[in-house]
Every structure is written in C-alpha cells, then in structure tokens.
C-alpha cells in the first residue's frame, strides 16, 4: 500500500492458535474488568480521548488465514481512531473458511468498510464531517 510504514508488533507472528494449549486460562474478569474501566473512561472524559484534537476518523484491519487450528478458520480484526484514540475495535473469528490468504483480507476489509460507513453515518449524525 502508498504511504504505509510497518508497524512493529510485540505478539509473535504466524501464531497459531489452538482451544487448548496447555497455558493457564486467563482471568477474564480482570481483563473486562480493565476494558470496561478504559471504556469508562474514554465515554466519561472526553478530554482524554481527545487530547490532540485533529477528528479524522482512521481505521486498520488484518487478518490472519487458517490461524486456529481447531477447524481452520481465519481471525478478522479492525480498529477506528478518530483524533489520538481508538474508539471502536473488534477481533473474531470469519463464519467461513477462507481458501487463501486474499480472500481472509477481503471478508477482514468488507467487515471494517461496513463498520466503517456505519461510523461516519454516526459521525454525521453527532455534526462531525
């Protein structure tokens, strides 16, 4: 793509992934615990989620292909930014598998372009361009 810049990533690549691994189950209500304070967060002080002001909205998605081995299905993913925070992700697992790794990206960029329309329409709607 024009323009873009890799991105260093802390995660391991070409991961896969399994129900059972043999790690320890994490503690999911710490984890909603902590999403939910951000999210609090965010909806309650504006200012924090603004603090450099420059309202373009922004978003990123990948994919992964066959990434869980259980029943080879792939991982789509996406995340909006408007200003200096991000507002609205998702993480999940495609409803079909997909035969390449071109058509894992296509279902990954037609789930963000769908969430993406539906958040300028809100935008608009909250008198934002």
């Known amino acids: 793509m024009y323009?873009?810049?890799?991105?260093?990533?802390p995660l391991m690549m070409n991961e896969k992934l399994k129900k059972v691994d043999g790690a320890p189950e994490a503690d999911a209500s710490r984890y909603r615990s902590l999403v939910?304070?951000?999210?609090?967060?965010?909806?309650?002080?504006?200012?924090i989620m603004f603090a450099t002001s420059n309202p373009t909205l922004l978003g990123y998605t990948d994919s992964d292909w066959a990434g869980l081995v259980d029943d080879m299905k792939s991982t789509s993913g996406y995340a909006f930014s408007l200003g200096s925070g991000i507002f609205s992700w998702a993480s999940k697992k495609q409803?079909?598998?997909?035969?390449?790794?071109?058509?894992?990206?296509?279902?990954?960029?037609?789930?963000a372009t769908s969430r993406a329309i539906w958040l300028r329409r809100i935008l608009k709607d909250m008198g934002e361009k």
């Open 95 to 111: 409803a079909t598998v997909a035969q390449s790794t071109a058509e894992a990206e296509y279902v990954a960029a037609a789930e």
């Open 36 to 47: 939910g304070s951000l999210l609090y967060l965010t909806a309650t002080r504006p200012n």
């Open 3 to 9: 323009g873009c810049k890799p991105v260093s990533t």
